[in-house]
């Protein structure tokens, strides 16, 4: 069951602690972690297209207004899940539909785990030495319960459930 993922007391302290560090300069912390991600994934970068115009690189996506508008969505939906830890179900619905969203974009469900990836690499070049194993498992834990509910909008459910 979904109660599972929920994060302890003490996750969750973890959590907006290290947040509050990153929430205040989004742009650049998302940077970060978009250029970690076409490091780890540069097949990833032909799936931002805007006006049908592909970038020749990352950094050109890096710098593009439209990415940054991506990035800056990005950031406000980790910061939504931190906001409502208490209560990651409210937003089930909304991440699902996020999902679907992807998913239309041709975003497969394992990119996300490299998203993942890069998200922690952001948190620890923010935090450094504050970035704890214990501060890093509170972070993959709250992930996996994001992830698992845009999941959902893959698998579509037959009507009636």
């Known amino acids: ?3 599972g993922m929920a994060l302890s007391k003490g996750q969750r302290a973890l959590v907006r602690e ?9 742009e650049q912390h998302g940077r970060v972690l978009f250029s970690r991600l076409f490091d ?7 799936l931002f297209q805007y006006n049908c115009k592909q970038f020749a690189s990352p950094q050109e996506c890096l710098s593009a207004p439209e990415f940054l508008d991506h990035i800056r969505k990005v950031m406000l939906v980790i910061d939504a899940a931190v906001s409502h830890l208490e209560n990651l179900s409210c937003l089930e619905e909304y991440l699902c539909n ?9 975003v497969k469900v394992e990119s ?5 990836e890069s998200l922690l690499y952001m948190l620890e070049k923010c935090l450094g030495t504050a970035f704890s194993p214990d501060v890093r498992e509170a972070w993959t834990k709250l992930y996996g319960a994001v992830v ?13 459930h």
């Open 98 to 106: 996020l999902g679907k969203k992807h998913q239309a974009v041709g």
């Open 1 to 3: 069951p979904a109660s």
């Open 112 to 116: 996300f785990s490299t998203v993942g």
């Open 40 to 46: 780890l994934d540069p097949d990833l970068l032909p």
């Open 18 to 26: 290290s947040w509050r560090r990153v929430r205040g300069s989004p």
């Open 148 to 160: 698992k509910a845009m999941r959902r909008g893959w698998e579509t459910l037959p009507e009636g």
